[in-house]
């Protein structure tokens, strides 16, 4: 069974850090592009950061260039996102999600596995 199981969030001060953690299992995660999308509250799921199958390609959205980094480790098939320098505005429901392409993709309907979220409460 495909699935995706985020880990991380939690609560932060503005200025803080957390580091979000997503382990695939039952896909070869190796072939995938995998994403990291954010929930606000009465908003629309919103890309946060994308990575190519192999590291060589990132996208990150520009409300988070010079704060967050998305890795990944195909030997433990997990990607994380390194969140620094948070903002309330960052605050919302952080998901994990799979692809099977060996191009990088940025649109959340392009993605077909889903975690089940993280939530990230950052205070002011």
């Known amino acids: 069974q495909e699935q995706l199981v985020e880990s991380g969030g939690g609560l932060a001060q503005a200025g803080g850090s957390l580091r979000l953690s997503c382990v695939a299992s039952?896909?070869?995660?190796?072939?995938?592009?995998m994403g990291w999308f954010r929930q606000g509250l009465g908003k629309e799921r919103d890309t946060v950061a994308v990575i190519s199958w192999n590291g060589d390609n990132i996208y990150y959205d520009d409300s988070v260039k010079g704060r967050f980094t998305i890795s990944r480790d195909n030997s433990q098939n997990t990607v994380y996102l390194q969140m620094n320098s948070l903002k309330p505005e960052d605050t919302g429901v952080y998901y994990c999600a799979a692809v099977r392409t060996r191009n990088i993709r940025v649109a959340s309907t392009s993605y077909d596995l889903w975690g089940q979220g993280t939530h990230v409460t950052v205070s002011s």
């Open positions: 039952g896909r070869t995660f190796s072939s995938s592009c």
